[in-house]
């Protein structure tokens, strides 16, 4: 039986791939009708092998499946927000390792993407899946 480890890393490889498609997809001149539909296809069935193994997931560890999809539910609001703000600065944990604010008070903030705004304010994806922001003033 696989981990949720394994599952989530076929995930990312298949989305990977999907996105591949997406881009083949993009560049195929819309009068191949016949190589646009070969490609969704290919699309729709890798969007079904990733439903497959998020059900997986969840079979295995309902609790490790309900935490990826608040991580990924609060990533969509960040972005949204991102949208309208201008961030001078954005630290993540993938790339840096290690991602927090603190706060004046000393107490910190880990999160799993960190972005300052021109204005000091910042916007937090926190590793429990939430999105916050925080005025400038706040955070050291």
């Not at 706060?103 to 999105?131: H, Y």
């Amino acid at each position: 039986m696989s981990t949720v480890k394994g599952l989530l890393q076929k995930i990312n490889f298949i989305e990977a791939d999907m996105e591949l498609h997406k881009q083949i997809l993009f560049s195929i001149p819309s009068e191949n009708k016949t190589e646009m539909e070969k490609v969704v296809s290919t699309i729709a069935d890798l969007k079904n092998q990733i439903r497959d193994l998020r059900d997986q997931i969840k079979e295995m560890d309902e609790d490790e499946y309900n935490k990826i999809i608040a991580i990924e539910q609060a990533a969509e609001t960040f972005r949204k927000i991102a949208m309208d703000k201008k961030f001078v600065q954005v630290n993540t944990l993938n790339e840096d390792r290690q991602c927090f604010i603190t706060f004046n008070d000393g107490t910190r903030q880990d999160c799993l993407v960190a972005a300052k705004e021109e204005n000091g304010n910042w916007t937090v994806l926190t590793i429990e899946g939430k999105t916050k922001e925080y005025p400038g003033g706040l955070v050291q």
